[in-house]
């Protein structure tokens, strides 16, 4: 599955000249932690989250009044202060280094991407243009989406391939059968993990609808 399956395309986006408080005020009424900044032309400048705007109010905040401070209060920069808040627009708030995917890339890489890079969405970009979000209710809703039919060679071809790819799945030990979009495993194994492992390449495969599992637990001596 593609992210042009299951991103938002209807994406809410603000000019670079958007003020702060107007940002604010638009995450709050449209109930979203975060908005894209974009030129004339949509191309994607940067993203300003509920964080940023967080970050900017933290370091505009105001010492606590006191008699000292009283003494030595400065107007300049009470009022740069303020100017931070009230006067900052989108670009100065946002975030530059936006990671970002194409429609083209798997849910699974994009899914990747969020999680390492801790991000609660990806903007989806061609050419630079802003073309939809990818959140991570997106990719919530994407497992939830049928999995498309398959033939019963297909789903063979690509259980064979998964279980030679990897090097402790005991290919020559492990044989596998699929009738009507069911895979049943036979042969051996030597530890529970790697039947578990098992089964989850045989339930990955699109077009799965059943997986038995008919393993024999066994000690097998390492591949030389």
């Known amino acids: ?85 009230h006067g900052a627009t989108a670009e100065d708030l946002m975030t530059r280094a936006v990671v970002t995917v194409t429609e083209e890339v798997t849910v699974e890489h994009a899914a990747s991407l969020i999680e390492s890079h801790k991000v609660r969405r990806l903007p989806v970009v061609q050419d630079g243009v802003l073309v939809g979000i990818l959140s991570r209710a997106d990719l919530l809703r994407a497992l939830l989406v049928p999995p498309p039919e398959a033939s019963d060679e297909t789903i063979r071809a690509a259980v064979a391939a998964e279980v030679a790819r990897l090097p402790w799945a005991d290919a020559p030990y492990v044989f596998f059968d699929v009738e009507d979009a069911v895979v049943t495993l036979y042969g051996f194994c030597h530890s529970a993990a790697v039947r578990k492992g098992l089964e989850a390449i045989a339930a990955g495969v699109p077009g799965v609808r059943r997986v038995e599992d008919r393993i024999t637990d066994a000690a097998l001596r390492a591949r030389a």
């Open 1 to 85: 599955m593609k992210v042009r399956d299951v991103m938002t395309r209807k994406v809410v986006s603000v000019p670079a000249d958007t003020p702060a408080m107007a940002v604010a005020r638009l995450l709050a009424e449209r109930g979203i932690s975060a908005v894209p900044v974009t030129d004339r032309w949509g191309m994607l400048l940067g993203i300003v989250s509920e964080a940023d705007l967080i970050r900017r109010l933290a370091s505009s905040d105001p010492p606590e009044p006191g008699f000292f401070r009283a003494l030595f209060y400065n107007r300049e920069q009470a009022a740069a202060r303020y100017a931070a808040v």
